[in-house]
């Protein structure tokens, strides 16, 4: 028998888990799955807690709901991957073999990264919404909450879903002018980017939004340390921005196990082949999802998109033939942007967010970089789509590599 290890059971592990469980051969491959958590947590969701919007129910069911049968489930951490013995020992002392190991170990946010954002405020008028605790914690400021500066800061890229931030501050100028406070209310977004996301069109088009819904915007602001006496954050270059309420995107950073097995860059992420999804180091480990240290966005449909690829690339591998090179660094994200409205991207490592139809050209029914009513349904349904179909590795009408057609070729 021949021993498949995935390690990791959030979006991409179980995915992976679900399309290969049905064309590995059971009587030659024994597939095993390992994870430390019991729950699955529909990350996307996290965004709309503080708004009361979703409640945590909403985005928490057990993982074990999404795991194909067959599939051999540990539920322990893995305290460290030994790739020269092809093997990995959990922290209670037992070690598992591979032939082929599957890092879908993701990425978490790392506060105590920056300097003082921990030592007054914390959960008290410093939040995060990227943790279910950070969110449910917002979301009961919020309630009480009577106005005043609210700032949201993102320390460094890259981070998960990297138009989250963005997604936040629209809601917010939706959700304080829904509670009748929006004039009580300033909103401004930090980032160290030069603009409001990380390629230019979209930058452009989404800056203009920022200005429409008269939220402020400081670019290239790379934050040094937060003042919670002063309630002001400070950058390298010394500028300060003022918050009555802070809510950060920390430094996220791939999983601590990662930095335990010598096997990760500076910011704990695995180098990987940029167009197969193999390790960079290591000919049996491949890597998907957040774990990854590739220029695509961090996001649950670039992991799906991965998967079809390993999934090729793994039964290839095992028949000793080579490679296919066909990740494109495919991402497609819904942006909420209030007022029951939403913008769709669709890009990959080469062409950026450009105008149009999607998924069928011409007619849609989604438009891209365009401010829509059914992109905003579109995202609402996506919860749906996720737990029935995305995790359990359903096929979907969107191919892995990006497609051209229904773009409109815009100059940057
Ligand atoms: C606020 C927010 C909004 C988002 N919005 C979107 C969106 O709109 N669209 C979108 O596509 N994506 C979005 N994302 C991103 C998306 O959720 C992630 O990109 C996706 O979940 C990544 O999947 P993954 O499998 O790589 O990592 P994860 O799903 O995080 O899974 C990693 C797993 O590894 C396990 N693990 C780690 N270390 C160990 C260890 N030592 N031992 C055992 N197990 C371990 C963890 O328990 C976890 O289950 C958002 C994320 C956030 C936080």
Known sequence: ?????????????????????????????????????????????????????????????????????????????????????????????????????????????????????????????????????????????????????????????????????????FLADWWFTEQGMRNKVEIELVTPLPGAFTKPIASRYLGEFLQRKNIALTTEFAIARVDGAQKKIVSWDNRDVAYDVLVTIPTNMGAEVIVRSGMGDELNFVPTEKHTLRSRDYENVFVIGDATNLPSSKAGSVAHFQSDVLVENLLRAAERRELKESYDGHANCFIESGFGKGVLIDFNYDVEPLPGKFPLPGIGPFSLLEETRMNHWGKMTFRWVYWNLLLKGAEMPIEAQMTMAGKMRQPA
């Open 1 to 169: 028998m021949k021993r498949l290890l995935i390690l990791g059971g959030g979006t991409a592990g179980t995915i992976m888990a679900n399309k290969l469980a049905p064309v590995l051969n059971k009587s030659e491959w024994q597939i095993t799955l390992i994870d430390e958590s019991r729950l699955h947590y529909y990350q996307p969701g996290f965004l709309f807690i503080p708004f009361g919007i979703y409640s945590p129910d909403d985005v928490t069911k057990p993982s074990r709901d999404f795991y194909p049968s067959g599939v051999e489930v540990i539920t322990t951490p893995v305290d460290v991957i030994e790739p020269k013995d092809n093997r990995v020992r959990l922290t209670d002392g037992r070690q598992i073999g591979y032939d082929y190991l599957i890092i879908a170990t993701g990425c978490r946010i790392h506060p105590e990264e920056i300097e003082g954002l921990m030592d007054g405020g914390w959960r008290e008028n410093i939040f995060d919404f990227y943790t279910i605790e950070g969110a449910i914690a917002l979301a009961n400021y919020f309630k009480y909450w009577e106005g005043g500066r609210l700032v949201v800061s993102i320390a460094e890229m890259p981070i998960k879903c990297p138009v989250a931030p963005l997604e936040f501050v």
